[in-house]
């Protein structure tokens, strides 16, 4: 049994300290649709905050970054998903151990994943700013 957590934050901590599993959805910190928040708010983000029992620690099996509709359609979905979600994806897919601790050590990743979708035709957002902003400059991708 898991819960999904779209509560804000301390649920999760509550939910595992009943043994249950959860899957963390941090509205505040992985919504797409809020654009003011930056891919490096996304990288930061702790799915284990506050959850300091290691037993505990494993029931947290994943986490979720929602989009909702009424903000996008097919002309900005995806500057609005990417490159957001792969910093979220990252953060999640990296052991805790390996993680960087400074979101700024990210970038040069990010930026060459972001330069691969659109070289295959994914219209990723540029990593300066929040999301869905144009480029400072061009040719952020020219160089690779």
């Given at each position: 049994m898991y819960s999904i957590l779209q509560l804000g934050g301390g649920v999760a901590q509550q939910v595992v300290a009943s043994g249950l599993r959860c899957i963390v959805s941090n509205q505040d910190k992985?919504?797409?649709?809020?654009?003011?928040?930056?891919?490096?708010?996304?990288?930061?983000?702790?799915p284990l905050t506050n959850i300091t029992n290691s037993k505990?620690?494993?029931?947290?099996?994943?986490?979720?970054?929602?989009?909702?509709?009424?903000?996008?359609?097919?002309?900005?979905?995806?500057?609005?998903?990417?490159p957001r979600a792969a910093a979220a994806a990252e953060r999640l897919w990296t052991p805790y151990d390996k993680l960087a601790k400074d979101a700024s050590e990210v970038t040069g990743r990010l930026a060459h994943f972001r330069?691969?979708?659109n070289q295959r035709g994914v219209a990723v957002a540029p990593l300066s700013g929040p999301g869905r902003v144009a480029p400072f400059e061009p040719g952020s991708c020219y160089v690779q």
């Open positions: 992985w919504y797409l649709h809020y654009l003011d928040t930056t891919w490096q708010v996304f990288y930061m983000n702790e505990q620690q494993k029931l947290v099996i994943g986490g979720e970054v929602c989009m909702w509709g009424e903000y996008i359609d097919g002309s900005d979905i995806e500057q609005t998903i990417w330069c691969l979708l």
